[in-house]
């Protein structure tokens, strides 16, 4: 069974530019998480979508949005970039089937923003 | 809101001793699940180990165990026989019974020297 792929690998963009990430789940997964890794701020929750819908979400302002579509593929977005978006993206998925679910993750997307 | 603490934030072990991580968190709930994740320099995040608050046995995979004291709220990973594959980053992260969201702690970066 494929693991968790993420699209673009590495980006590059310039401040005030919008940006969409893509992630495929192990298919079969209804749940995508995703996660913002930076040096100063570590791993952070971003928002979870399951069934198409924002279940969870982070501390993150509203430049950050996401949807998921029916096949469970999740998009995020992040319109006015700022510098300190600069970070590797991480998504995960799971079952969702209750009680524990083991969340995969994908290989992450590396953004930078000049 | 959880936090999970890591108060090492570099460690280094000789190939084939013992090393234990440590981890401390803080919630108000009784039952959620601890895990730790190794990223090695690929950047791929990869479930090491889990425990569920609510089994009093520690959790052991090959060569990984916990030490898990849920009134202390310590999480304690030991690595035993250390081979140089196991040198990466280390994070503990806590998910609360109710969601698929991960709370980390901000990381061990461990060296296995040969």
């Known amino acids: 069974k494929a693991g968790v792929t993420q699209t673009p690998r590495y980006l590059i963009k310039t401040r005030g530019q919008q940006v969409t990430l893509s992630c495929s789940p192990i298919?079969?997964?209804?749940?995508v998480s995703w996660y913002q890794q930076t040096p100063g701020q570590g791993l952070q929750f971003l928002f979870e979508y399951f069934s198409e819908t924002q279940r969870n979400k982070g501390n993150f302002p509203g430049r950050f949005s996401g949807r998921q579509f029916s096949n469970s593929r999740s998009e995020m977005n992040v319109s006015t970039l700022e510098l300190g978006d600069s970070a590797l993206y991480l998504c995960?998925?799971?079952?969702?089937?209750?009680?524990?679910?083991?969340?995969?993750f994908g290989p992450g997307t590396r953004l930078t923003v000049l | 809101a959880q936090t999970v603490t890591q108060s090492q934030p570099e460690m280094s072990v000789q190939e084939a001793e013992t090393v234990t991580l440590s981890c401390t968190y803080d919630?108000?709930?009784?039952?959620?699940?601890l895990f730790w994740y190794k990223q090695p320099p690929s950047r791929q995040m990869i479930l090491v180990i889990r425990q569920e608050a609510y089994k009093q046995q520690n959790a052991t995979e090959n060569r990984f165990s916990v030490n898990f004291q849920k009134a202390a709220k310590s999480f304690s990973l030991k690595i035993s026989d250390s081979q140089l594959g196991d040198t990466a980053m280390y994070f503990c992260a806590f998910m609360n019974n109710a969601g698929n969201m991960l709370t980390f702690g901000g990381g061990t970066r461990l060296m296995v020297k040969p």
């Open positions: 298919s079969g997964h209804r749940s």
């Open positions: 919630t108000s709930e009784n039952n959620y699940y």
């Open positions: 995960a998925s799971s079952l969702a089937e209750g009680g524990f679910n083991e969340q995969f």
